[in-house]
């Protein structure tokens, strides 16, 4: 991982030092994440790519997943993230904020950020996460319309279309829309909420494209590796809220103790020393580095 402080960074665009780690053949593992520091403690851990969740994002703002959250807000935590870690990041741009002209706004504005891909969604608002039932989907005429629009609006970002279209229409109409989803400029494809290897498999065999799994908990998919997902054919997968309620549960638990003891001390084994979030945040490095710029300033 490069930090801010590193003599040198990638200047390479996001979008194509995403797509150079997708050109290899091992599969992509990209974990969530929703701000700075768990941007920099999936880079430490060593991941080569990022997965900013919607749901992770509304969540960490006290919203629920319904398609709430603005372009401004996603850039913020964008920003957050790249800055942070150097990581290319896949971010969720859920139904695109509108129609054609609105993901288009919706793509610059996340690349300018920092990004180096988007995903979008065949639903219609208010969306839902992709494994909750009676979900409502677009067209899927007018979905591939905001895909070429995210297309051309892009310099070099990778576009991933994301069809949830197997719980309503089943798995053959699905693989139908992700074929028009590619021809209309997809770069890769994200079959949500299927149910078990069978319909991962079936679907992988029939769509000629990069494919992403989502292993989120809680849901309709059941637990996979990452390699068994590469074994079923596809190329990324991801961890969209998995972090998210790790800390969240670990907060709850915090503050239960403290309101109950009046002390935060119970809980101490389980907190991160001030040592160890100084190494994460590079406080040394920083330090080190205004040093130098003090000592380099003349005398006017």
């Known amino acids: 991982m490069v ?15 995403l797509r150079s780690r997708l050109a290899r053949p091992d599969i992509l593992r990209m974990p969530g994440v929703y701000n700075g520091l768990s941007a920099l403690q999936a880079g430490r851990a060593g991941f080569e790519a990022l997965y ?5 994002v509304s969540a960490a703002m006290g919203l629920p997943d319904l398609g709430i959250t603005t372009i401004d807000d996603l850039c913020f935590h964008i920003r957050q993230c790249a800055h942070a870690s150097d990581l290319p990041i896949l971010v969720d741009g859920d139904t695109g904020f509108g129609e054609a002209l609105n993901v288009m ?25 992709g494994h909750l039932s009676d979900k409502r989907l677009a067209d899927a005429h007018e979905m591939a ?49 299927l149910h078990d290897a069978d319909m991962f498999r079936r679907f992988a065999a029939r769509v000629d494209a990069p494919l992403l799994a989502n292993m989120t908990e809680f849901g309709k998919t059941p637990f996979f590796t990452a390699d068994e997902f590469a074994a079923m054919g596809y190329r990324m997968v991801i961890w969209p809220v998995s972090a998210l309620r790790v800390a969240a549960r670990a907060q ?30 590079g406080y040394s490095d920083y330090e080190a580095l205004d040093s130098s710029i003090e000592r380099s300033v003349l005398p006017g």
């Open 3 to 17: 930090t801010l402080v590193a003599a040198a960074r990638d200047h390479q665009s996001a979008g194509s030092r």
């Open 52 to 56: 900013l969740s919607g749901a992770a």
């Open 105 to 129: 706004h919706m793509v610059r504005r996340f690349e300018e950020a920092g990004a180096g891909g988007v995903q979008i969604e065949d639903q219609l608002l208010p969306k839902k996460c």
């Open 145 to 193: 319309a905001k895909v070429a629009a995210a297309a051309k609006a892009r310099r070099d970002m990778v576009i991933v279309a994301r069809t949830d279209a197997v719980a309503s229409e089943g798995l053959d109409a699905a693989i139908d829309r992700a074929k028009l989803y590619l021809a209309a400029g997809a770069d890769a494809i994200f079959p949500e909420a």
């Open 252 to 281: 709850e638990s915090l503050y239960e103790t403290i309101a109950a003891a009046g002390s935060a001390q119970p809980r101490l084994g389980e907190m991160q020393t001030r040592a160890e979030l100084y190494a994460t945040l």
